[in-house]
């Protein structure tokens, strides 16, 4: 005869999930620990440059503490070092963070909580812990999300704090080859979506040849932004391939 009660079975379960719980944290952190060393030193990167842009002590931190997103914060450095003004810089890094609503999105079903701490909850989607928290059919690992940006948060700010107080001179980043950090950023992001679709390479082609055609005209940060609405070609489904839109479909559909 099973003698077990209900209060007992009912703390064994919330035990049961708190054990899950602290897994999926422990192991978001493991995978965070990775992540966060190689941001570390690309956050010294980006607050000894902005330092030498001269952004002083205090707004690259608060940068960092605020944005923390490499690729924008990127984006915002180099249209004002390339002359484009805080609007074209705001703009610019408004829509390489634009990727976070979709992704956003497709963990919100994964949250707890009332809005406030959905919005709370939220803040940890960065694209590391995004990755590392799917776990397939459109669910997410809500704590190794946590643990993962748990880690790369603070890492993040403490680079960009180092990288302001050292402060670097201009030579030892060249010598070095720090300068070509930015760039080499973001064609790392560029080469990964050129092998999504055929949109993907057609917008980045057309990207390119708006940015060289306006670089003779406006700012570098200005034909940064410009080169930006090549973007748009995304909205139009004939430029992706059948094969991709069909895989897209059947998978939107599994999960």
């Known amino acids: 005869m099973d003698r077990t009660t209900p209060h ?3 703390h064994a379960a919330r035990q ?6 602290r897994r999926g944290f422990v ?9 966060a060393a190689a ?7 980006f ?3 902005a330092r030498a842009e001269g952004w002083g002590i205090l707004a690259p931190i608060v940068c960092s503490l605020v944005v923390f997103s490499g690729s924008a914060q990127f984006a915002l450095a180099t249209a004002l070092a390339g002359g484009g003004g805080v609007a074209t ?3 610019a890094a408004a829509l390489i963070n634009g990727r976070f ?3 956003g999105v497709a963990v919100a079903k994964d949250l707890r909580g009332g809005r406030i701490r959905r919005a709370l909850e939220g803040q940890a989607v960065v694209d590391g812990s995004w990755v590392a928290a799917h776990l397939g059919g459109g669910r997410f690992d809500r704590y190794k999300l946590f643990g993962a940006t748990a880690v790369q948060w603070p890492a993040w700010v403490a680079g960009t704090a180092l990288g302001v107080v050292v402060a670097p001179p201009e030579s030892l980043v060249e010598t070095l080859g720090l300068d070509v950090v930015f760039p080499a950023f973001f064609l790392l992001l560029l080469l990964d979506e050129l092998r999504g679709s055929r949109a993907a390479r057609a917008a980045a082609a057309l990207g390119a040849c708006i940015a060289a055609a306006l670089v003779f005209w406006v700012p570098a940060g200005l034909a940064l932004l410009g080169a930006g609405a090549a973007a748009l070609l995304g909205l139009r489904n ?4 059948r094969a991709t839109a069909a895989r897209d479909a059947e998978e939107g559909g599994g999960s």
């Open 8 to 10: 007992a079975t009912g």
């Open 16 to 21: 049961a999930a708190g054990d899950s719980r």
């Open 27 to 35: 192991a978001g952190v493991k995978v965070g620990v990775g992540l």
């Open 39 to 45: 941001g570390f030193v690309l956050a010294v990167t």
């Open 47 to 49: 607050g000894a440059f």
């Open 89 to 91: 810089a705001v703009v």
């Open 101 to 103: 609503i979709p992704m």
């Open 238 to 241: 004939g430029l992706v391939p």
